[in-house]
């Protein structure tokens, strides 16, 4: 009994998570204007090409790049299992699709969502940006601008569409993402 009881609280406590990053997700402010496009990265393939996610991400940067040409900062290092850095493989892949090189900067160094925004931020300030539009996939959206107002970007975002079949797990991921940021806000 006490095993069926424990089972029901974490689903009870597993759809409210899923609920409240939808939610979240459902009920952002519309994408403002902005100066420069903070892309986050996501999996690099075995083969050196990005992931579905990777992909959707670039693919909803470069509308916005292609909306109002502008400096594209994409994010991410070189996971132990990926070939190259994300940064570097996003840069290739936007330029690729008719970005001009000098506006893509490749940032290989970070390993999170906050390390993403705290070297963007410095590359906005080298440069004289004031105010991004993160991408990054829809689900993650809120918490990565939690986190912008938290290093000090003035942003709004767009978030690229995600596999559905992936629906509850990465809204459960993101979930227990939010908790862990919630406790590190408390913790700072």
Known sequence: MIVLALALLFVLAAAALIGFVYYMETHLPPAGDSDVIIVLGAQVKEDGTPSVALERRLTAALEAYQAK???????????ANEP?????V??????AHGVAGEDVV?????????????YARAIMEHRGLERALVVTSDYHVPRALALCRQVGIEATGKGSPSKPE???KNHFREG???IKFCLESIWE
């Not at 190259?84 to 570097?88: K, L, S, T, V």
């Not at 996003?90 to 330029?95: A, F, K, V």
């Open 176 to 178: 227990l993402s939010w």
């Open 106 to 118: 490749a940032e290989t160094a970070s390993f999170n969502t906050r390390e993403n925004l705290e």
């Open 69 to 79: 040409p502008q400096l594209i900062i994409a994010c991410g290092a070189q996971g």
């Open 84 to 88: 190259r850095a994300e940064g570097d």
């Open 166 to 168: 992936y629906f509850i």
């Open 90 to 95: 996003m840069r290739d892949w936007l330029m």
